[in-house]
């Protein structure tokens, strides 16, 4: 039997929460957004404001160039979140299978619920608008892929100067002709440089990409090109996930004696951040922030945390992060009794996979045969860029 997937995304969210509040904007070229002249950027824009081009993580600068008229007005985050987990309870209201993807997105699992799934789609759509006074469309598929795209289409193609409240279904084998017409990088995992490398080979749609042997686009991009194009023959069985159980992930070490050594601390950590890196991966999560923990001689304990550039997977990134905390509270020369490094912010991987370009997908074998060697040899078998063992 195949699934009834749902995706749901409020449409210009953090607009439509400051609407509520102030019903002056309604109708008007508004964005959420930091100032011009802090260098902001937009985090959402009205419908009426996309009509000028304007749309978010763009400078607010230039949206102002585009659209002399906006309104911009800064964001209340708390009032979002709060606002969010009323969309979410409405959710769980018809099935306890929601997994929240983002502030204000969620997949939803119908599978068993005999309704029509379109009838189940309408009535969320009715509720939210009526219970929160909030627009949302949904996307309906067999999985999430396809659902997620869907939404993503069928939002997009409304261009009326209105939030689209779009409901888009793709019946259960129509997912890969639905797929087909579409760019390759409406699919997930295909960022810009994915998109070029695939054109250079003449692939320019899903269809064209669903086309290939898996087992030639694999020599080409390592794994994750196989599974591009099962992706883009819209096949995907990744359960909805209702509870994201791990929170974060992390390493520690404690010192037999106080280590002073700055080399021998730098060396720990990186083994350490390799460690965090190889259990994400493990776990197909992405974290969007690291943690660096060390304990002194006298047991008094320091933490120090913050966000990647963009979340990520990979030793390199958690590595020169966990190094750039440490040369930052490190008193050089002070006795470490403890060091450990932590990540946090776990999402699923596959949000992540659109980043990765030609260069990455090489640095993502040498990590696959890495991991690989690790697992068979132990992990003492590979190391990379370390002369001798600390321990
Ligand atoms: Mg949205």
Redesign the pocket.
């Known amino acids: 039997m195949p699934r009834k997937i749902i995706h749901l995304?409020?449409?210009?969210?953090f607009c439509a929460v400051e609407e509520l509040r102030q019903p002056s904007l309604s109708g008007k070229a508004f964005a959420v957004g930091g100032s011009p002249e802090g260098r902001g950027v937009v985090a959402?824009c009205s419908y009426p404001a996309r009509m000028f081009g304007v749309h978010s993580a763009m400078p607010t600068a230039q949206a102002l160039r585009l659209c002399p008229e906006l309104i911009v007005v800064s964001g209340q985050h708390a009032r979002y979140g709060e606002v969010s987990r009323q969309v979410m309870a409405i959710l769980r209201d018809e099935t306890p299978l929601v997994e929240p993807i983002?502030i204000?997105?969620a997949f939803l699992d119908m599978s068993d619920v005999p309704e029509p799934v379109e009838s189940m789609a309408r009535r969320m759509q009715c509720r939210i608008q009526e219970e929160l006074r909030l627009p949302?469309?949904l996307g309906v598929a067999s999985n999430k892929l396809v659902a997620k795209i869907a939404n993503d289409v069928g939002k997009s193609q409304v261009r009326t100067g209105q939030p689209p409240n779009a409901i888009t279904l793709v019946p259960p084998g129509q997912e890969a002709a639905f797929l087909a017409p579409l760019p390759t990088q409406a699919l997930w995992g295909v960022g810009p440089k994915m998109t070029q490398a695939l054109a250079r080979m003449g692939i320019h749609t899903i269809g064209q990409l669903a086309a290939q042997a898996p087992e030639v686009m694999q020599e080409r991009f390592g794994k994750h090109g196989y599974d591009l194009v099962r992706r883009a023959q819209g096949r995907d069985d990744r359960p909805v996930i209702t509870e994201h159980r791990i929170k974060s992930i992390s390493k520690e070490t404690t010192f037999a004696h106080d280590v002073a050594d700055e080399r021998q601390l730098r060396r720990v950590l990186q083994r350490l951040a390799e460690g965090v890196g190889r259990n994400l991966r493990r776990k197909h999560k992405n974290a969007s922030t690291v943690r660096l923990k060390l304990r002194w001689s006298d047991f008094s304990t320091i933490s120090r945390q913050r966000p990647f550039p963009l979340p990520t997977d990979q030793d390199d990134d958690i590595i020169a992060a966990a190094l750039q905390l440490f040369a930052e509270a490190w008193p050089s020369g002070r006795p470490v009794r403890l060091i450990g490094v932590g990540v946090s912010g776990l999402q699923e991987g596959w949000r992540q996979l659109s980043l990765w370009d030609e260069e990455d997908g090489r640095e993502r074998k040498l990590q696959e045969t890495l991991d690989r060697l690790r697992q068979k040899y132990g992990k003492q078998a590979v190391r990379r860029g370390v002369d001798a063992l600390w321990d």
């Open positions: 995304d409020l449409d210009a969210f959402s983002s204000d997105e949302c469309s």
